[in-house]
């Protein structure tokens, strides 16, 4: 039995949008805890938002043909019902509604969509969730991008990122020592000088189809034409994967849920579903 919750969230800036040239992305969470993803765009002024994911359910996010985004998991956050308030990781300021990307250590998926989407997951900025990404029939390459493995379990100490003194989030070398040659800046700005470090090397072993650091394209970045993506957080990599699409339900972001009145968003609420 999978009980789970969904919306179709449509980043349309003009009315009728055609659901066609959309791509689904549906985030899930497998995880045994409350999560609050963020999705920003990174080409574009489109809005961005975030929500709350409770263990076992599912959200479908439809975006369009030629969006680039990244979409990330928030944890041990606590908002008020205004939606303000803090996250242990993942933040993305003090609002459920994310308009900038989270803070680091984070997993982060990111994809850029057209005829030939390129997508991948990231731990550049660390790890705080497992995420994967797994295409559903698409053409090409169409492999599964990201981490199943719990990186926090075996995170070196000068690593490790601690929420109430339990370790939370595993940190990017970078993000501790925010050296040149952990984050390839200055004279390791390219992929010739800026090579895998003893670090990167513990995330890449642990995922190895995750970017560990900022040149690891080769092994990282995959294509993948005419498909939507199951985006599944704490799920095996391996996990058969399905549609939850509901295209009955939608809201634009030119209207944020946030910003809507109580009346309004009861009308916009999604309903509970179980499937065998």
């Avoid at 295409?135 to 990186?151: E, N």
């Avoid at 993000?175 to 995330?203: A, L, R």
Wanted: aromatic share 10%.
């Amino acid at each position: 039995m999978h009980s789970s919750i969904h919306i179709i969230i449509l980043i349309a800036l003009a009315a009728g949008l055609n659901l066609s040239n959309c791509t689904n992305l549906t985030i899930v969470n497998n995880c045994h805890e409350t999560i609050w993803p963020g999705i920003t765009a990174t080409n574009t002024t489109l809005t961005g938002c975030g929500f709350v994911l409770k263990p076992g359910e599912s959200t479908v996010f439809s975006a369009p043909n030629g969006w680039g985004g990244r979409i990330w998991g928030r944890t041990g956050c606590d908002f008020n019902k205004n939606g303000n308030g803090t996250c242990q990781t993942g933040a993305c300021g003090t609002t459920l509604t994310c308009t900038s990307p989270g803070d680091p250590p984070a997993s982060i998926a990111e994809f850029t969509l057209g005829d030939t989407t390129f997508y991948d997951v990231s731990l550049v900025d660390g790890f705080n969730l497992p995420l994967t990404v797994t295409p559903i029939q698409g053409k090409g390459d169409c492999r599964v991008a990201g981490c199943d493995t719990d990186l926090r379990a075996n995170c070196p100490p000068e690593l490790t990122f601690r929420s109430d003194g339990k370790p939370s989030a595993c940190r990017s070398a970078c993000n501790v020592f925010d050296s040149d040659e952990y984050c390839c800046k200055g004279m390791y700005s390219n992929p010739v000088t800026c090579m895998p470090t003893n670090y990167s090397k513990i995330f890449k072993t642990a995922c190895p189809v995750a970017y560990s650091y900022a040149y690891d394209d080769p092994t990282s970045i995959i294509t993948c034409s005419t498909t939507d993506f199951v985006v599944s957080f704490c799920s095996p990599r391996y996990a058969k994967t399905r549609t939850f699409n509901n295209k009955n339900l939608f809201l634009t972001l030119t209207l944020t849920f946030d910003s809507m009145q109580e009346s309004d968003r009861t009308m916009l609420l999604p309903r509970k579903q179980t499937r065998m």
